[in-house]
């Protein structure tokens, strides 16, 4: 995706912000630029499969109603997201997730229309169950399976190893038995969400193979008929080199291959829900340089902003890719510091040492008072982060809607 937002109008907004705040920290979205990333996206996929957008990665209004036209629904994972995602479009499909869900959130989730809960243990199946008979309904599960692996490397893991999520195989035969004994839930098929940021195309399509020939094997051994299989997210953002992207097209033809060749017909309905791979680029997070100081040979760069707004560098222990941004107005009657042609290190306002978005970046120059676009923040930026801490104000939330360049 280019970078569709131009320059003035970024400019435009800094300046606009400084003569109103006197300092610029400001969340900005293109959503032009989602638009064409994500309706790209969905038009790559072959017949039979279906894109959701897993809102958790960012779950701002103006985001959700640019998505809901472009894919299939969305993918909730708290009663919350169900009510965002009716705020922002009432009719939008929704299917819901989530390893820890309360009688509650399974009522509000069957009343409010959701189409398909993923069921993450036996017991949450009997809940699922129990809810749906109290309200004389059937409802319509997946089962999600943390499988064995081996699976490709990827920032995340969920499965393979373990962790808190999905059913694990040993006991697919139990709730298999539950969901036959009653009416009240209908198993329509299988989720798998196994890694998060996966970077390689092909490393995606083998664990898909993976996943096809585990579902084929239950299908045996079980006698059952799988419709729909939910293969989850977890497609990468290059965070280290804004050049690098996954290889959609390559991976979409070898994904047609796949459904095509290899997928039984009655699998009527393969569903993706990847939240970053569809939102990552479409966010910028702006600060502005507040101060540069020089301790223990290191060149700090202090900006009106953090990881209480930006908390996935420092969630992720990496240097957060960023562009600078040249103010040229100086008001203060001061010497203006600037660092040039050495490595910086860029660090939030908050009183603690694990502020930092990025570590020894070397940069050509920088001043106090140039603002720094760190860029691909639209997944998992803002929402991550703990706003509170510290009680500064929050940054200015933008969201662009027509690219002019
Ligand atoms: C978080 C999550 C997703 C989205 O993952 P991405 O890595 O953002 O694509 C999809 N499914 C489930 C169950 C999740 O928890």
Not at 35 to 62: D, I, T
Not at 303 to 330: A, C, I, K
Request: charged content about 20%.
């Amino acid at each position: 995706m280019r970078n569709e937002i131009n320059a003035h109008q970024i400019s435009a907004h800094v300046s606009d912000q400084q003569s109103r705040n006197g300092s610029v920290c400001t969340y900005v979205y293109d959503l032009a630029a989602l638009a064409g990333h994500v309706r790209a996206v969905v038009a790559a996929l072959p017949e039979r499969c279906r894109m959701f957008y897993a809102m958790k990665a960012n779950s701002a209004k103006p985001l959700l109603q640019t998505l809901a036209p472009i894919v299939a629904g969305f993918e909730v994972a708290s009663a919350g997201e169900l009510a965002k995602a009716r705020a922002a479009s009432p009719d939008a499909p929704v299917i819901m997730g989530g390893p820890a869900k309360t009688e509650r959130a399974i009522a509000e989730a069957l009343a409010g229309g959701v189409r398909r809960l993923h069921v993450e243990s036996v017991l949450e199946l009997h809940r699922v169950a129990a809810v749906a008979d109290r309200m004389g309904r059937t409802a319509e599960v997946l089962l999600r399976v943390n499988l064995a692996g081996p699976f490709p490397a990827a920032t995340l893991a969920m499965a393979g190893r373990p962790t808190q999520f999905g059913i694990e195989e040993p006991a697919l035969p139990e709730a298999l038995r539950l969901a036959r004994e009653t009416s009240r839930v209908r198993v329509a098929g299988f989720h798998l969400h196994s890694v998060s940021n996966n970077l390689s195309a092909r490393a995606h399509l083998a664990m898909l193979a993976h996943y096809r020939d585990r579902v084929l094997d239950w299908e045996h051994r079980f006698g059952l008929r799988c419709e729909v299989l939910n293969l989850g997210g977890g497609i990468g953002i290059d965070y280290t080199d804004p050049a690098r992207r996954f290889d959609w097209a390559g991976f979409t033809a070898g994904l047609e291959d796949l459904v095509r060749r290899t997928f039984p017909a009655h699998w009527r309905e393969i569903d993706f829900e990847c939240g970053r791979y569809l939102v990552a680029d479409c966010g910028r997070y702006l600060v502005e340089v507040l101060d540069i100081k020089r301790n223990h040979g290191v060149n700090y760069l202090l900006v009106r902003g953090g990881t209480h707004h930006f908390r996935l560098p420092v969630s992720w222990q990496h240097s957060h890719p960023f562009t600078v941004l040249p103010v040229e107005r100086w008001d203060l009657d001061a010497p203006r510091p600037a660092v040039r042609g050495e490595p910086v290190t860029v660090v939030g306002e908050l009183c603690t040492p694990k502020d930092v978005l990025a570590r020894d970046v070397p940069l050509e120059q920088v001043r106090v008072g140039d603002v720094l676009a760190f860029q691909r923040a639209g997944a998992y930026g803002w929402e991550i982060s703990h706003h509170d801490f510290l009680s500064h104000p929050h940054p200015e939330q933008v969201f662009f809607r027509v690219s002019q360049g």
